[in-house]
């Protein structure tokens, strides 16, 4: 359980320390903490990223969940609605997908990142998402449907 906690603490520290990193064009490194509302009680820490002229925002997180289990997971998602709403707020909507490898094994699904953006300094983000989802469960056998509400805080700094 120590080196789970230890493991977890580390991926969020760094996902916290990148945003120092600077590169030209329209990407953006970040982190954010994550819970999975139906699936939980896990909570977890993401480091997120996006690359120049590649219309997805990716997302590689950790987590555990209570009583020690610790998993891995991806995600991709396509933001294809983007609105400015007022003053410093911005919304988007997106679609992805998500991959969760555990340690008695993986969800594979998709979701619907709605966001909301806080712009207080240029170039950080500040935001809070809900992402409703549909999925599989691959573990003693398969699960379907697998409903899911990934929810994530956190920051983006965009360059």
Known sequence: MKRK????????????????VYAEGGSAIGGAFSIDILNGPYNGGVF???????PFMFGLGGRIKAGGDI????????????????GIFNL???SGLFLTIKDRGLDLGAHIPVGLQIFLLDPLEI?????????????????????????????????
């Open 5 to 20: 906690s230890l493991l977890l603490f580390l991926l969020v520290l760094f996902s916290l320390i990148t945003f120092q």
């Open 48 to 54: 997120l990223f996006k690359f120049d002229k590649v």
């Open 71 to 86: 998993s891995v997971g991806f995600t991709s998602d396509w933001w294809f609605y983007r609105s400015h709403l007022t």
């Open 92 to 94: 988007y909507v997106g």
């Open 127 to 159: 935001f809070v998402q809900l992402s409703p989802g549909l999925g599989i469960r691959f573990e003693k056998g398969v699960e379907f449907p697998l409903w899911s509400i990934q929810g994530a805080a956190g920051f983006r700094v965009w360059f």
